[in-house]
């Protein structure tokens, strides 16, 4: 679960099945000028919203009502959706707000299918996790790594940006 991303395998390996919209999508126009002088605060601000929605669903266990699959797809939805399921197994829910740092590092916007990279500085210490029925907060390991570099991969799909790819590191920053 990404509240204990550090302390062991964060996204249960590579089995996640990974979707490609070069197959399906239509081509990207090259006439759709950015509306951002910073061809990278379009990554950006869809890494904010996808962590908006994973908030939410983390809060209620469950992505049901949520706009998660708006802006995670692929790996990103696939990990996101096991990582509520199993807080719903376990009876728990998270409360407050992780603090992100995102800095775009790439954005190809010459490829076929538009990518961005970036990296964040991801911040879970306030993101508590709490037994649903009693409201109980979750004693965590001391030792879990609560501040950690977190890569990401975006990709231009159908004209509006999404996250394909989070990976968290176990390296703290």
């Known amino acids: 679960m990404a509240l204990t991303a550090c302390s062991g395998n964060p ?4 089995a996640a099945p990974k979707a490609s919209p070069s197959a399906s999508a239509p081509s990207q126009s090259a006439a759709s000028p950015s509306s951002s002088p910073d061809p990278g605060a379009p990554i950006a ?4 919203k ?22 995670a797809v692929a790996a990103a939805y696939s990990q996101a959706a096991t990582e509520v399921k199993a807080l719903r197994s376990k009876g728990l829910v998270a409360t407050g707000r992780p603090v992100l740092a995102p800095k775009v590092t790439s954005v190809d916007t010459d490829r076929k299918v538009p990518q961005g990279q970036l990296t964040d500085c991801t911040d879970v210490a306030p993101w508590k ?12 390991p001391a030792e879990r790594l ?4 977190t890569k990401v ?9 999404v996250i394909v790819r989070v990976t968290p590191e176990a390296k703290p920053c």
């Open 11 to 14: 996204s249960g390996g590579d």
């Open 45 to 48: 601000a869809a890494y904010r």
């Open 50 to 71: 996808y962590w908006d929605e994973k908030i939410e669903a983390y809060a209620q266990a469950s992505v049901q009502g949520t706009d998660l699959k708006k802006y």
């Open 129 to 140: 996790l709490v037994k649903e029925a009693s409201g109980r907060e979750v004693t965590l």
């Open 146 to 149: 609560t501040k950690y570099v």
């Open 153 to 161: 991969v975006a990709e231009k799909w159908y004209g509006r940006w």
